[in-house]
T-cell receptor, first 113, second 111 residues
Framework: DAGVIQSPRHEVTEMGQEVTLRCKPI?????LFWYRQTMMRGLELLIY????????DSGMPEDRFSAKMPNASFSTLKIQPSEPRDSAVYFC???????????FGSGTRLTVV | QQQVKQSPQSLIVQKGGISIINCAYE??????FPWYQQFPGKGPALLIA?????SEKKEGRFTISFNKSAKQFSLHIMDSQPGDSATYFC??????????FGTGTRLQVFP
């Protein structure tokens, strides 16, 4: 298995633009998680899905953030409009039930200028 | 109550020494305690994990010690090597719920 695949690896965009981050989880994993990592706040859980259904989106910072999982093999995290304070590394992870541990992707480094 | 508190924030150890990272939690319903290792430019990777029915788990040079009554657990890296230099995160979860991560410890091992 190729692991959790995220794209793009790097994204530089101007303030106000729409940004879409993509994730392909490991086949057979029921759970998908979106995290944001910054030096100041560490690893923050934004949202997670179970069997393609959003379970907890309490970590989504604002209405500018939205996430979808149209099928078991694909998820997107969208920021519209983007702001400089959204600059961070965004990770996607997938797992069987959490007790089995997460597998993280390599992340998308987002820079909003 | 959902927090996992991790210390120290950073740690410098000489090659061959023992690295110790500590975590504390409040939620007594937590029943799964993993440690993740993250290298620069990579996502965190599962290193070792423990459940509260045992007090210690060892895998090679890595050991988790778990103290249920104190609600604390720690990672010990024996014979630390420069290749162990990374950021380490503790985490906890309740049954199959989401993992709650600590704030991370940046470990540097010098030759």
């Amino acid at each position: 298995d190729a692991g959790v695949i995220q794209s793009p690896r790097h994204e530089v965009t101007e303030m106000g633009q729409e940004v879409t981050l993509r994730c392909k989880p490991i086949s057979g994993h029921d759970y998908l998680f979106w995290y944001r990592q910054t030096m100041m706040r560490g690893l923050e859980l934004l949202i997670y899905f179970n069997n393609n259904v959003p379970i907890d989106d309490s970590g989504m910072p604002e209405d500018r953030f939205s996430a979808k999982m149209p099928n078991a093999s694909f998820s997107t995290l969208k920021i519209q409009p983007s702001e400089p304070r959204d600059s961070a590394v965004y990770f996607c992870a997938s797992s069987l039930p959490a007790a089995y541990g997460y597998t993280f992707g390599s992340g998308t480094r987002l820079t909003v200028v | 109550q959902q927090q996992v508190k991790q210390s120290p924030q950073s740690l410098i150890v000489q090659k061959g020494g023992i690295s110790i990272i500590n975590c504390a939690y409040e939620n007594t319903a937590f029943d799964y305690f993993p440690w993740y290792q993250q290298f620069p430019g990579k996502g965190p990777a599962l290193l070792i994990a423990i459940r509260p029915d045992v007090s210690e788990k060892k895998e090679g040079r890595f050991t988790i010690s778990f103290n249920k009554s104190a609600k604390q657990f720690s990672l010990h890296i024996m014979d630390s090597q420069p290749g162990d230099s990374a950021t380490y995160f503790c985490a906890a979860s309740e049954r199959t719920d989401k993992l709650i991560f600590g704030t991370g410890t940046r470990l540097q091992v010098f030759p």
